[in-house]
């Protein structure tokens, strides 16, 4: 039997006091998307950062390929072939495609005693990255990062993390930012992904996406891991009211309810009342 | 295709400096009745660019990675108060005292380096304090040393012509310096992968680090390149005029910031380049020593910077804009 890429054994993380993560085990196969699927404050971000070595965990076990691994810092994680596409992508607005494409790999040419940046090989070899990735409109590897969309910028990053040979793609909140269609091909970018054979961890918070693209699910509520199922275990209805706090469907009605009338109390936006009241 | 070619100029980060320059030129033209070739060729603005453009590329460079340092304003007075003391009062020999300065170069910009990798306190602060600091310490060093602010050195025949003479009789050799150094860092800048480094840092710089990049290193390597150059424009004018005061050097903080940022460079960090950066060190010696030789009357050329530095960051704004939303010259040809 192959080894999962990637698994944690029984791993908890405390910041002092307080316990952020408790006892996660998770294993994730070569191409193959789980979905880590919670709520705000579930523990989402504590645990893709151990996975990064942003953090260490304060006991328990990581494999790669099942070989125990312990990063120190985020370039270990890095150079084991994990790598993490934050929500905005691209981070690096004012640079351009083919420069921010390379940063800290730069290619580079020898002239003469010099050893200059290689501006043409950078574009070339970005903008056939991202395109290969389907997304044909990028064509000038000297257009700033600023100056592409949402889903744009979320593919080039996910094209970058690929190209460096990522084994492991966190992409955290990927759709979080989008509108429907960017978010549809950044799904799409996704499927691409895990057709050559890369894990994908999805994070997310809306079920849809997570089910459109998902093998695997783990729900995390207050830093456990709730619910662990494949596709098709559980319905869409199901994995909501898992993620919302594993009550069942009736409570989970009174809590709508409930989080309705503090909602009513801030009322940050006054749109969502008309249609509420009615319903309530 | 007259778009995308204009679109490929504004894009380039120099545009505003360079706008703001034939506005200048224009301006004194006009209202000034100045000859263009006169004013090319007088040596008094270029040596007032040569010395502002040395501590003003470190400068933008600081600033495109997104720092600031504002205590060259003393290290150029302790550059050359160095080599007076050592060369001039101790009779040492002049590399003595010419070490003595860029090491003193280096040993600020390590604790300002340091300072801003090791903690959280903003660099603007941090330097501020060793601005105030080293100003102290020139200050009561000189007096004590030598019982006076201001000293005297000799320089030999070789020292002098490298680092302070005159070419022609008027143009003083430092501009070649600086010529030199804007050369190199276009280079290193715009066509070496620790320039691309450097922009990466100031867009941000936690994705630097996680990119693999040094920031810290780069960062403290940046501010003893910036503490240096300007130890080292004290050191020259201390050879030139054969004498060094413990005063002056603060106009070149905010001369400095105005040069880099009418050259283009983005206060915030992450745009700007040094061909901006050496039309804006231009640009702002051609308003501030240009006006001599206009028929304007001098006291108004604070004023022509004041309002040109405003007009060259809103269209540096503006610019920048632009580069972020036009259409690539690849796509405008179809």
Same mark, same amino acid.
């Not at chain 1, 304060?58 to 993490?84: H, R």
């Given at each position: 039997?192959?080894?999962?890429?990637?698994?944690?054994?029984?791993?908890?993380?405390?910041?002092?006091?307080?316990?952020?993560?408790?006892?996660?085990?998770?294993?994730?196969?070569?191409?193959?998307?789980?979905?880590?699927?919670?709520?705000?404050?579930?523990?989402?971000?504590?645990?893709?950062?151990?996975?990064?070595?942003?953090?260490?965990?304060?006991?328990?076990?990581?494999?790669?390929?099942?070989?125990?691994?312990?990063?120190?810092?985020?370039?270990?994680?890095?150079?084991?072939?994990?790598?993490?596409?934050?929500?905005?992508?691209?981070?690096?607005?004012?640079?351009?495609?083919?420069?921010?494409?390379?940063?800290? #790999?730069?290619?580079?040419?020898?002239?003469?005693?010099?050893?200059?940046?290689?501006?043409?090989?950078?574009?070339?070899?970005?903008?056939?990255?991202?395109?290969?990735?389907?997304?044909?409109?990028?064509?000038?590897?000297?257009?700033?990062?600023?100056?592409?969309?949402?889903?744009?910028?979320?593919?080039?990053?996910?094209?970058?993390?690929?190209?460096?040979?990522?084994?492991?793609?966190?992409?955290?909140?990927?759709?979080?930012?989008?509108?429907?269609?960017?978010?549809?091909?950044?799904?799409?970018?996704?499927?691409?992904?895990?057709?050559?054979?890369?894990?994908?961890?999805?994070?997310?918070?809306?079920?849809?996406?997570?089910?459109?693209?998902?093998?695997?699910?783990?729900?995390?509520?207050?830093?456990?891991?709730?619910?662990?199922?494949?596709?098709?275990?559980?319905?869409?209805?199901?994995?909501?009211?898992?993620?919302?706090?594993?009550?069942?469907?009736?409570?989970?009605?009174?809590?709508?309810?409930?989080?309705?009338?503090?909602?009513?109390?801030?009322?940050?936006?006054?749109?969502?009342?008309?249609?509420?009241?009615?319903?309530? | 295709?007259?778009?995308?070619?204009?679109?490929?100029?504004?894009?380039?980060?120099?545009?505003?400096?360079?706008?703001?320059?034939?506005?200048?030129?224009?301006?004194?033209?006009?209202?000034?009745?100045?000859?263009?070739?006169?004013?090319?060729?007088?040596?008094?603005?270029?040596?007032?660019?040569?010395?502002?453009?040395?501590?003003?590329?470190?400068?933008?460079?600081?600033?495109?990675?997104?720092?600031?340092?504002?205590?060259?304003?003393?290290?150029?007075?302790?550059?050359?108060?160095?080599?007076?003391?050592?060369?001039?009062?101790?009779?040492?020999?002049?590399?003595?005292?010419?070490?003595?300065?860029?090491?003193?170069?280096?040993?600020?910009?390590?604790?300002?380096?340091?300072?801003?990798?090791?903690?959280?306190?903003?660099?603007?602060?941090?330097?501020?304090?060793?601005?105030?600091?080293?100003?102290?310490?020139?200050?009561?060093?000189?007096?004590?040393?030598?019982?006076?602010?201001?000293?005297?050195?000799?320089?030999?025949?070789?020292?002098?012509?490298?680092?302070?003479?005159?070419?022609?009789?008027?143009?003083?050799?430092?501009?070649?310096?600086?010529?030199?150094?804007?050369?190199?860092?276009?280079?290193?800048?715009?066509?070496?992968?620790?320039?691309?480094?450097?922009?990466?840092?100031?867009?941000?710089?936690?994705?630097?680090?996680?990119?693999?990049?040094?920031?810290?290193?780069?960062?403290?390597?940046?501010?003893?390149?910036?503490?240096?150059?300007?130890?080292?424009?004290?050191?020259?004018?201390?050879?030139?005029?054969?004498?060094?005061?413990?005063?002056?050097?603060?106009?070149?903080?905010?001369?400095?910031?105005?040069?880099?940022?009418?050259?283009? #460079?983005?206060?915030?960090?992450?745009?700007?380049?040094?061909?901006?950066?050496?039309?804006?060190?231009?640009?702002?010696?051609?308003?501030?020593?240009?006006?001599?030789?206009?028929?304007?009357?001098?006291?108004?050329?604070?004023?022509?910077?004041?309002?040109?530095?405003?007009?060259?960051?809103?269209?540096?704004?503006?610019?920048?804009?632009?580069?972020?939303?036009?259409?690539?010259?690849?796509?405008?040809?179809?």
């Amino acid at each position: 039997m192959t080894h999962p890429v990637l698994e944690l054994r029984n791993v908890n993380k405390s910041f002092g006091p307080i316990d952020v993560l408790h006892d996660i085990s998770l294993k994730i196969n070569a191409g193959e998307v789980l979905c880590l699927l919670g709520d705000n404050g579930a523990g989402k971000s504590t645990l893709i950062k151990t996975l990064a070595g942003v953090h260490k965990p304060t006991s328990g076990e990581m494999f790669m390929d099942g070989k125990p691994v312990l990063f120190d810092k985020p370039k270990d994680a890095a150079e084991q072939g994990i790598a993490t596409v934050h929500q905005f992508g691209g981070t690096f607005p004012l640079m351009s495609i083919g420069r921010s494409f390379f940063v800290g #790999v730069e290619p580079v040419k020898k002239i003469g005693p010099f050893r200059i940046f290689d501006r043409k090989t950078a574009n070339e070899t970005a903008v056939k990255a991202v395109r290969e990735f389907g997304i044909t409109r990028i064509d000038d590897g000297d257009r700033l990062i600023g100056g592409l969309s949402g889903g744009e910028r979320q593919s080039l990053a996910i094209a970058r993390a690929v190209h460096f040979g990522a084994r492991v793609l966190i992409l955290d909140e990927p759709t979080a930012a989008l509108g429907v269609k960017q978010s549809s091909h950044v799904l799409r970018i996704i499927l691409e992904a895990r057709k050559r054979g890369i894990a994908v961890i999805f994070i997310t918070h809306q079920v849809t996406h997570a089910m459109a693209v998902g093998d695997h699910f783990a729900v995390l509520i207050r830093g456990a891991v709730a619910a662990n199922f494949m596709r098709g275990e559980k319905t869409r209805e199901e994995i909501t009211d898992l993620m919302a706090g594993g009550e069942a469907l009736a409570s989970l009605d009174a809590e709508v309810e409930d989080y309705m009338e503090t909602h009513d109390g801030h009322a940050p936006q006054p749109q969502p009342q008309p249609k509420a009241e009615p319903v309530a | 295709m007259n778009n995308a070619v204009l679109s490929q100029v504004l894009r380039r980060p120099e545009a505003g400096s360079f706008l703001s320059l034939v506005a200048v030129a224009l301006f004194f033209v006009i209202f000034g009745g100045v000859n263009l070739g006169t004013l090319a060729t007088t040596a008094s603005w270029v040596n007032f660019a040569a010395n502002l453009g040395i501590v003003a590329i470190p400068m933008g460079l600081l600033m495109i990675a997104g720092e600031l340092d504002i205590s060259i304003g003393a290290m150029i007075p302790a550059g050359s108060m160095s080599v007076a003391i050592l060369s001039g009062h101790y009779g040492l020999p002049i590399w003595i005292g010419m070490a003595g300065a860029l090491g003193l170069g280096v040993l600020v910009g390590l604790v300002n380096g340091l300072l801003a990798v090791r903690t959280t306190v903003p660099t603007l602060i941090i330097t501020l304090g060793t601005l105030v600091a080293m100003q102290g310490i020139v200050l009561s060093a000189s007096v004590l040393l030598t019982g006076s602010a201001s000293v005297a050195v000799e320089a030999p025949a070789w020292a002098k012509f490298l680092f302070g003479h005159l070419i022609g009789g008027s143009y003083q050799v430092i501009i070649l310096w600086w010529l030199g150094m804007t050369a190199l860092f276009i280079g290193i800048l715009h066509h070496s992968a620790r320039g691309n480094w450097i922009f990466a840092m100031g867009g941000d710089k936690v994705s630097a680090r996680n990119a693999g990049i040094p920031t810290d290193r780069m960062l403290i390597g940046l501010f003893i390149l910036s503490a240096v150059s300007a130890s080292f424009v004290g050191m020259c004018g201390a050879i030139l005029f054969n004498s060094a005061q413990v005063s002056g050097g603060m106009n070149y903080i905010f001369n400095a910031v105005v040069a880099v940022v009418v050259g283009g #460079v983005l206060l915030t960090g992450g745009f700007g380049s040094i061909g901006g950066i050496f039309l804006g060190t231009v640009t702002f010696a051609i308003v501030s020593q240009g006006i001599y030789f206009t028929d304007i009357d001098r006291n108004w050329s604070s004023l022509i910077i004041g309002v040109m530095l405003l007009l060259a960051v809103l269209m540096n704004n503006v610019f920048r804009k632009l580069a972020l939303t036009a259409p690539s010259a690849k796509s405008a040809k179809k």
